[in-house]
């Protein structure tokens, strides 16, 4: 179906049709699950999958089969994809992607909690005081495993090709000395989630390694490659939460990153390695994945941004719900390596036909707010948040408008059990033994999935439907506001301390926490619509020390990322202009640009 939006020159292919959902009150029973972490939740695991009655006892606590009671459902038909193209305005092709260096200034020195820059590295290089292949030799011993002191930094990483490194840094530093190179991104270290393959690495996603299951990849996706044929240096493959299943990035297989701000927290996930690898300033950007909050999260808790693309923009992952994009230092950086790596691709039937990305710039400035929604944060979160709307009213001319969104709770419940069921399909074909699919994940990994594949195809039709209808309120809202940008806190809580280290050992099922965690997310997942998390505060932490950050989310109309950058560069301005004390630097900060300077030329 071809839809024109409501602003002139835009135009979609299947765009939902336009109706107001059902008015519905919100209304949300807390979780009550049980909580297993350490030794107990190995035990747990071991019982939940002996005993089949359990695991449909647990799919029913969980609220999965809440869907069954929505009268209004029998009026849609499902919708398993989200995806909506925007196409190119009339006479314009699709092509790629040109960046002006001049656009993307040196940030001055005085700001506050100032990161090293792409521009920065760029101007650096450009100059001859500094190589990509100094910048790579100081790096390669911060985030290698295989190195006598390993450092910190390594536990962020799960692989690295030094080889590999080391000659694209030397590429890159011989087109600066002849004078020619490829761009702002020329030799500027970066490093890839361990969910996407890489040419001459292996993709884990976070699990036990495994030769015979996880080949070497013989071609890097079409995104990152975007980011590499602009001279990019990959770095190495972060790590995640295995298979992203959950949003703290707890991983035994490979240990836990410690979130850079305060050591006693989580990174957030499952995207935490490369929200750590940036938060920590070991690279300006760097790849995430989100399939329910996935860059947002991690972006949130390290106190970086990250944006989270328009379904299929960037691939076809196999997902109804998961989509790469950038996690980066500053806004500047982020719409750099969003518009690198969202160049069409013409080897794909749906990605090719996608608008190419343009400069960034504000729609009608409108906000939407689900009153009661965005209500549910706690205190701290909302005071930051509500601080940072009234600059955005009271000093850049946005509009607050107040929405309204049918069955929120249940569409959560709805894109979790989606999520879950797709994981569990995906894993059985990935095992080395089909009946032995679970044998080498984690424990709390193991407990999800065996409750996963109880989902009765009846529900997880439902939940189809009940996407549908979302998507379809959603282009209501839209048509009612055209430019409209719903924003919630990226996440209603401020943090997510660590419990203990036994958790980190054993890995930790904390169903509750997830939910609540996820209470905003999962919207932009399961309709696919592009979404940005930046930081605008910091709270007092109730453990460790050091400020746990706070992040404001906006999401757009598909195919809205522009205006999501521009929304983002304001955010950005109020944390370094108007919060008191302005941006703060993590404490694990590593000044990468002084210390390559050491190195010989």
């Keep these: 179906m071809m839809a024109d939006s409501t602003e002139n020159t835009k135009r979609f292919f299947d765009y939902p049709k336009a109706v107001q959902g059902p008015k519905v009150p919100y209304n949300r029973k807390e979780d009550a699950l049980p909580v297993f972490q350490g030794r107990t939740l190995t035990i747990g695991a071991w019982l939940i999958s002996k005993l089949p009655f359990l695991q449909s006892t647990l799919w029913s606590n969980a609220g999965f089969g809440s869907l069954r009671d929505i009268q209004d459902l029998h009026k849609y038909v499902e919708r398993f994809d989200p995806t909506v193209v925007p196409l190119p305005r009339d006479g314009v092709r699709a092509e790629e992607v040109k960046l002006d260096p001049s656009s993307f200034p040196v940030p001055a020195e005085d700001i506050p909690g100032r990161y090293r820059s792409v521009a920065e590295y760029h ?40 080889e590999a490194v080391l000659e694209a840094a030397r590429a890159s530093t011989l087109r600066y000395k002849n004078g020619s190179p490829l761009g702002i991104l020329d030799g500027v270290p970066t490093a890839v989630k361990d969910e996407s393959d890489v040419a001459g690495y292996r993709t884990t996603s976070g699990r036990k390694a495994n030769d015979s299951i996880f080949a070497i990849a013989e071609e890097t996706i079409w995104s990152i490659q975007q980011w590499i044929d602009a001279g990019a240096v990959i770095i190495g493959k972060t790590n995640m939460h295995e298979i992203g299943a959950d949003t703290t990035n707890n991983n035994p297989n490979y240990g836990t990153p410690k979130n850079p701000h305060n050591p006693q927290y989580y990174t957030g996930g499952s995207s935490g390695g490369s929200g750590y690898a940036v938060s920590s300033g070991l690279v300006p950007f760097a790849l995430g994945n989100d399939g329910g909050g996935s860059i947002r999260i991690p972006a949130s808790f390290c106190g970086v941004y990250g944006l989270k693309a328009s379904h299929h923009r960037l691939e076809d992952n196999g997902s109804t719900v998961t989509v790469g994009g950038p996690i980066a230092a500053n806004m500047a950086d982020l719409e750099i390596a969003y518009r690198v790596m969202a160049n069409p691709n013409p080897g794909s039937r749906i990605c090719s036909v996608f608008a190419p990305p343009s400069t960034p710039a504000h729609g009608s400035r409108k906000i939407g707010i689900e009153k009661a929604w965005f209500a549910r944060a706690d205190p701290s979160v909302l005071k930051i948040c509500n601080a940072a709307l009234d600059y955005y009213t009271s000093k850049l001319g946005y509009e607050v408008v107040e929405i309204e969104i049918p069955y929120l709770p249940e569409g959560q419940t709805a894109h979790a059990f989606t999520i879950l069921a797709e994981m569990a399909v995906r894993m059985r074909a990935k095992a080395a033994s089909p009946k032995r699919w679970l044998a080498d994940m984690n424990s709390a990994n193991k407990v999800l999935l065996m409750v996963a594949e109880q989902t009765p195809a009846r529900d997880y039709l439902l939940a189809q439907q009940l996407r549908n209808l979302l998507m379809q309120h959603l282009a209501y809202l839209y048509e009612l506001h055209p430019g409209l940008i719903i924003v919630t806190p990226t996440t209603p809580i401020p943090g997510w301390p660590i419990t203990n280290e036994g958790s980190l050992s054993h890995g930790v099922s904390d169903a509750n926490m997830s939910i609540r965690n996820m209470e905003y ?75 390559a300077k050491g190195k010989e030329a």
Aim: include cysteine.
């Design 521 to 595: 997310v999962w919207l932009a997942n399961f309709c696919g619509n592009p979404a940005i998390s930046a930081p605008v505060g910091y709270v007092e932490p109730v453990k460790g020390e050091g400020s746990v950050p706070v992040g404001l989310m906006a999401m757009g109309e598909w195919g809205s990322e522009d205006e999501l950058i521009a929304w983002g560069r304001d955010a950005e301005k109020y944390l370094s202009e108007s919060y008191k004390g302005g941006r703060k630097k993590a404490e694990n900060w590593v000044d990468v640009i002084e210390a």
């Design 123 to 162: 101007a650096l290089y450009l100059s001859g005081a500094l190589t990509p292949l100094q910048v790579a030799e100081s790096l390669l011993p911060l985030i290698r495993r295989d190195v006598t002191p390993v450092s910190h930094h390594a536990t962020a990483f799960i692989s690295c090709n030094p």
